[in-house]
């Protein structure tokens, strides 16, 4: 992450100093010349370290620094002073302030106290960033590898691991993509720095490029501070950047800048930032097919597929699917608390044969659902859903006001076995589900109108196709007809 130093000292040759401490830093430095706008210089930019010197904060009460700490990026404040004074020292110590510092001291000893703080900063962000597991990080050898398609896919990933070229990951829902990325991410040199991953695709258009590249004060309605994105956030490590093909054009463009020069710029500003960012790109659409389309950019499209790493649907490596087993039924037991470790051939011959559209994310919802309702520590072929071990489905649920009369004799035995709060929901989800599908043929996919016709929001839009198992790709204008 590159950290952001806003500098605020009174001598020529103090200011001088401090700028050759952090010349070599992942920081960004900004001066603040008049000490009455300080609070309000802090306020509007994006701040991680405040150095400022003993003449420009004196005036301010404690409670004044008390509150230069709570503002979001909760800055650290180092006071710099020319004489020592142990009364004052205290005060701004019991304030907040995280040091007080002699102006007088070498360049290293005020550059090894300064880049300490520094540090500290950094791996408290960092800590922040990451995402608390309870289970070990992800591995290579997490992916089952008997088949020859996956061997081939990770003979490839284990020769770009320690590269910093871009990756494109290529697969159909579910395949497991961005668990891809951060194993890659985990095993490289860029380990011990931030994994920021953005879905592109549930993000509206207009916060998109806010989202990315961050943005300043003012730049735009209701930007009342400046604001980092996830390309800083990601600096020395790797952002992730699924559903690219969801990227709108103009913004292609700018993400081209990116990876042709290794700089951004925030919304609103001209200023260049460099980064050291490692970028994975993932989508299940055919990329290819868009770049005809002209729907995403060819010279982007070259650049992110230095090395394409194509996950096979899971239906084409059936030989997978034990290990696949085994490995998820290790994992959810300690995760859902339940005593399972085991699966009976039978049982194991049906999940083999299953054709999987879901692919793996599937795979475990079913097994996660097995474990819940197995009664022993075994899962059997009556612990998996009707719809995996080719019993009948139950028929969809179809009433109406019209035609349900008041006798409980014409209403199907099996819907009686069910609660009035569990019908009605099955109903609904029927209903909504079959509304979605209208709304997106006559759209033909065009998440943008639909979500507008909905009166629902991108997000919400993604989120309620996923959990319908609705694909954008099948309601474009080639194949519409055939949903």
């Given at each position: 992450?590159?950290?952001?130093?806003?500098?605020?000292?009174?001598?020529?040759?103090?200011?001088?100093?401090?700028?050759?401490?952090?010349?070599?830093?992942?920081?960004?430095?900004?001066?603040?010349?008049?000490?009455?706008?300080?609070?309000?210089?802090?306020?509007?930019?994006?701040?991680?370290?405040?150095?400022?010197?003993?003449?420009?904060?004196?005036?301010?009460?404690?409670?004044?620094?008390?509150?230069?700490?709570?503002?979001?990026?909760?800055?650290?404040?180092?006071?710099?002073?020319?004489?020592?004074?142990?009364?004052?020292?205290?005060?701004?110590?019991?304030?907040?302030?995280?040091?007080?510092?002699?102006?007088?001291?070498?360049?290293?000893?005020?550059?090894?106290?300064?880049?300490?703080?520094?540090?500290?900063?950094?791996?408290?962000?960092?800590?922040?960033?990451?995402?608390?597991?309870?289970?070990?990080?992800?591995?290579?050898?997490?992916?089952?590898?008997?088949?020859?398609?996956?061997?081939?896919?990770?003979?490839?990933?284990?020769?770009?691991?320690?590269?910093?070229?871009?990756?494109?990951?290529?697969?159909?829902?579910?395949?497991?993509?961005?668990?891809?990325?951060?194993?890659?991410?985990?095993?490289?040199?860029?380990?011990?720095?931030?994994?920021?991953?953005?879905?592109?695709?549930?993000?509206?258009?207009?916060?998109?490029?806010?989202?990315?590249?961050?943005?300043?004060?003012?730049?735009?309605?209701?930007?009342?501070?400046?604001?980092?994105?996830?390309?800083?956030?990601?600096?020395?490590?790797?952002?992730?950047?699924?559903?690219?093909?969801?990227?709108?054009?103009?913004?292609?463009?700018?993400?081209?800048?990116?990876?042709?020069?290794?700089?951004?710029?925030?919304?609103?500003?001209?200023?260049?930032?460099?980064?050291?960012?490692?970028?994975?790109?993932?989508?299940?659409?055919?990329?290819?097919?868009?770049?005809?389309?002209?729907?995403?950019?060819?010279?982007?499209?070259?650049?992110?597929?230095?090395?394409?790493?194509?996950?096979?649907?899971?239906?084409?490596?059936?030989?997978?699917?034990?290990?696949?087993?085994?490995?998820?039924?290790?994992?959810?037991?300690?995760?859902?608390?339940?005593?399972?470790?085991?699966?009976?051939?039978?049982?194991?011959?049906?999940?083999?044969?299953?054709?999987?559209?879901?692919?793996?994310?599937?795979?475990?919802?079913?097994?996660?659902?097995?474990?819940?309702?197995?009664?022993?520590?075994?899962?059997?072929?009556?612990?998996?859903?009707?719809?995996?071990?080719?019993?009948?489905?139950?028929?969809?649920?179809?009433?109406?006001?019209?035609?349900?009369?008041?006798?409980?004799?014409?209403?199907?035995?099996?819907?009686?076995?069910?609660?009035?709060?569990?019908?009605?929901?099955?109903?609904?989800?029927?209903?909504?589900?079959?509304?979605?599908?209208?709304?997106?043929?006559?759209?033909?996919?065009?998440?943008?109108?639909?979500?507008k016709r909905a009166g629902i929001d991108k997000r919400t839009l993604f989120g309620k196709m996923k959990y319908y198992g609705l694909q954008k790709d099948d309601f474009l204008a080639k194949k519409c007809d055939l949903v």
């Amino acid at each position: 992450m590159l950290l952001r130093i806003l500098i605020a000292v009174d001598k020529p040759g103090l200011h001088k100093k401090l700028l050759s401490v952090f010349s070599k830093n992942d920081s960004i430095v900004e001066d603040v010349y008049n000490p009455k706008i300080l609070y309000e210089e802090i306020s509007q930019k994006t701040c991680d370290l405040l150095i400022v010197s003993h003449q420009f904060i004196f005036s301010y009460t404690p409670e004044k620094l008390h509150s230069l700490q709570n503002l979001p990026d909760n800055p650290s404040i180092i006071v710099i002073t020319e004489d020592e004074n142990p009364e004052e020292r205290a005060v701004f110590l019991a304030a907040g302030c995280i040091a007080v510092l002699n102006s007088k001291l070498s360049t290293k000893r005020l550059g090894d106290a300064l880049n300490t703080i520094l540090d500290n900063r950094r791996k408290a962000l960092y800590s922040a960033l990451s995402i608390q597991k309870t289970l070990a990080e992800p591995t290579l050898s997490d992916f089952a590898s008997k088949s020859s398609a996956m061997k081939g896919l990770i003979k490839i990933v284990r020769q770009v691991i320690n590269s910093n070229s871009s990756l494109l990951i290529l697969g159909e829902t579910g395949v497991g993509k961005e668990r891809l990325a951060r194993v890659i991410h985990t095993e490289s040199k860029r380990a011990t720095f931030p994994f920021i991953a953005v879905n592109c695709g549930a993000m509206p258009e207009s916060l998109l490029e806010s989202e990315l590249f961050g943005h300043e004060e003012g730049s735009f309605t209701g930007a009342v501070r400046s604001r980092r994105g996830c390309f800083e956030l990601a600096h020395k490590g790797t952002i992730f950047l699924d559903e690219i093909a969801e990227i709108p054009i103009h913004l292609q463009v700018k993400l081209l800048r990116v990876l042709e020069n290794r700089e951004i710029r925030r919304v609103g500003s001209e200023e260049a930032i460099p980064l050291d960012v490692r970028i994975m790109a993932a989508t299940n659409r055919d990329i290819e097919a868009a770049v005809r389309a002209k729907q995403f950019r060819t010279d982007l499209y070259y650049r992110l597929n230095v090395v394409p790493l194509i996950i096979p649907p899971l239906r084409e490596r059936r030989e997978d699917i034990p290990e696949l087993v085994e490995n998820y039924i290790s994992f959810l037991r300690t995760r859902i608390g339940r005593n399972v470790s085991k699966i009976t051939d039978r049982a194991l011959d049906i999940l083999c044969q299953y054709a999987w559209p879901g692919n793996v994310r599937e795979l475990i919802n079913i097994i996660e659902r097995a474990m819940l309702l197995c009664e022993g520590d075994t899962i059997t072929e009556n612990d998996l859903p009707g719809s995996i071990n080719g019993e009948p489905v139950r028929p969809a649920i179809s009433l109406s006001l019209q035609n349900t009369a008041n006798n409980a004799s014409d209403i199907a035995e099996d819907l009686l076995q069910m609660s009035l709060k569990e019908i009605r929901r099955k109903v609904f989800e029927q209903f909504e589900r079959s509304y979605l599908v209208g709304l997106l043929k006559v759209t033909h996919g065009r998440i943008g109108e639909t979500a507008k016709r909905a009166g629902i929001d991108k997000r919400t839009l993604f989120g309620k196709m996923k959990y319908y198992g609705l694909q954008k790709d099948d309601f474009l204008a080639k194949k519409c007809d055939l949903v």
